[in-house]
């Protein structure tokens, strides 16, 4: 089974990382750009074909260390 | 005092950390690995040093706080143990839990090396005995990540409960935004634990302890920690 795991930021934090990327697409003349948050994709491979206990698994894993709750949210999604 | 210094991969600071213990508090500091699962018997003083620990991969101090060897860190700070955690040692006691909040980006996104002036805002712990409350100190800083931040609630407590310890300041000791040079809340340059004996902070004092270095600032909390187990005994 296939899933993948996004990391972002808490609405509220502020994200130098994406203000600095806003700022360069600015530069670079890309129009109808309103503003970038920056976050983190983890694709995972799980073992097994039962999805309760896969998401239930990946729910531990980014509570526990892909995402420090502190400053960010997570959403976990299945894909195959 | 016996300390013991925590050595993680990516670990840059542990021999000046070491150098620092044993020319101001006369302590011969043990290396502890991070695979191991036992602190040294007799430990009093536990340092997390600065570097990069595991390269910084996923957030700074992000997988060191979950190594081995800090559940019995854990287990050592919750007996009353000391600990103290600089630079990235800071942002491992964040991640490991044994203190609130996060270390963010630098403000200014970039990676600060230069010396900083922190106020000491309280000299009854055993890491500022050593200092006067409200002195100022010149110490280095070297670090991208230390914006510190927490939520609204933490940072009222650790404000109220007087556990924000240092607090970036220009050199007379005023608070000023151009000081807080990485952005930090409430220009947080170190906090304590509820319990008082954990502290955590980016400034590096190991790194001001000898003439040759240019001050000696950072002797004060070596001296003042060993000060307070020759007290003790």
């Known amino acids: 089974m296939k899933a993948r795991v996004t990391v972002t930021l808490k609405s509220g934090v502020l994200d130098p990382q994406g203000k600095a990327i806003e700022g360069a697409l600015k530069s670079l003349g890309v129009d109808g750009i309103a503003s970038v948050r920056q976050g983190k994709v983890f694709d995972v491979e799980l073992p097994g074909a039962d999805r309760g206990r896969a998401e239930a698994a990946l729910k531990e894993a980014a509570e526990r260390l892909l995402a420090n709750t502190v400053i960010e949210d997570f959403r976990v999604e299945i894909v195959s | ?233």
């Open chain 2, 1 to 233: 005092m016996k300390s013991a210094v925590l050595v993680f991969p990516g670990i840059n600071r542990e021999r000046d950390m070491a150098r620092a213990l044993r020319l101001c508090a006369g302590s011969d500091a043990e290396m502890v690995w991070h695979s191991d699962t036992a602190l040294p018997a007799g430990t009093d003083l536990v340092v997390l040093p600065g570097g990069f620990s595991y390269g910084d991969y996923l957030r700074c101090g992000a997988i060191a706080g979950r190594a081995p060897v800090m559940d019995a860190v854990r287990a050592f700070a919750a007996k009353g143990g000391l600990v103290l955690g600089v630079c990235n040692g800071f942002q491992i006691l964040c991640e490991a839990g044994l203190l609130p909040g996060v270390l963010m980006r630098n403000a200014g996104l970039k990676f600060i090396c230069k010396d900083a002036y922190i106020r000491v805002e309280r000299a009854d712990t055993p890491f500022t005995r050593g200092y006067t409350a409200g002195q100022v100190i010149r110490v280095p800083v070297a670090h991208g990540e230390g914006n510190y931040m927490a939520d609204s609630e933490t940072i009222a407590r650790l404000e109220g409960e007087g556990r924000i310890v240092f607090r970036y300041t220009a050199p007379d000791g005023a608070l000023s935004p151009e000081w807080n040079m990485n952005g930090s809340i409430y220009a947080i340059a170190g906090i304590l634990n509820e319990r008082g004996n954990v502290l955590g902070m980016m400034p590096h004092p190991e790194n001001h302890v000898e003439e040759l270095m240019g001050c000696t600032d950072g002797r004060g909390l070596f001296a003042g920690l060993g000060q307070h187990f020759a007290a003790a005994l």
